[in-house]
């Protein structure tokens, strides 16, 4: 089945920094500035994102003095943009290192729950004219719904069915099946065990059900992938003109998901894996 990721650093759970007031930070009392540099949002965005998860993060403790949901959220933030637990992070908003590992996860256990109001494969008429007007100014490649790419997140070996989680180069790892429409929106996003194969994800996935039954357009994937009636995949040995043409607006059409990757490590390092690995929990 499909796995849920939460980021922790388990090795940073043994190790507190001494007792702090739990009134340790006043996002009032900052600059837009500082919070831009630190946290890698802005503001009204940082606020929207403590309202929309407040609930869940009330909910998963009942300690009296529980850690507030908007130091949570920047403790999440500031992992997520910078890829480390630096004690300098935890003491910007007055925290331990463990408990900055409890609010990553914490904060990303919600998201996660979040996650299907804002990523959603809309195959309704108007979204769907709307697609194929966007991929088609891209590089005339027509009827495209979407494109579709799994990326390999490097992670450390969890303590159960860690075989799994070993992937064809012989690291731990998650697939992330991500799909994307012109604009670089994610539509859907799964993540499973890095030892299956691209095919095997996307059989398994939510995804594969929902294509099943498409009668207009098709989804772009690379040579990984098996040609379907819904999904094109390049021609292997082009000879015509024609072929090197589908070809060419194939490739240009498929590199959008690969750049919404890239743009997606860009501003979470935590993923680029020079900062450490990511601990995969259920």
Known sequence: MAISIAILDCDLLLHGRGQKTLDRFDLDSVSDHFLLSQFGFPRHFILYLVELLREALCRRTQRSRAISPEVQVLAALGFYTSGSFQTSMGDTIGISQASM??????????????????????????????????????????????????????IKAPNSED????????????????????????????????????????????????????????????CRYPLKKWLMTPVDNPETPAEFQYNLAHTTTHEIVDRTFRAIQTRFRCLDGTKGYLQVLY
């Open 101 to 154: 590992s409890r609010c990553v996860s914490n904060v990303t256990k919600a998201l996660v729950e979040k996650a299907p109001q804002f990523i959603t494969f809309n195959r309704d008429p108007a979204s769907r004219d709307q697609n194929f007007q966007e991929f088609q100014r891209v590089a005339g490649f027509p009827g495209v719904l979407g494109v579709l790419d799994c990326v390999q997140v490097t």
């Open 163 to 222: 075989f799994s989680f070993v992937n064809k180069k012989g690291f731990h790892s998650v697939g992330c099946q991500l799909l994307c429409n012109a604009r670089g929106l994610l539509l859907s996003a799964e993540t499973w065990p890095g030892g299956l194969k691209d095919t095997e994800i996307l059989e398994r996935s939510a995804l594969f059900k929902q294509l099943q039954d498409i009668e207009d357009g098709w989804l772009l994937g690379d």
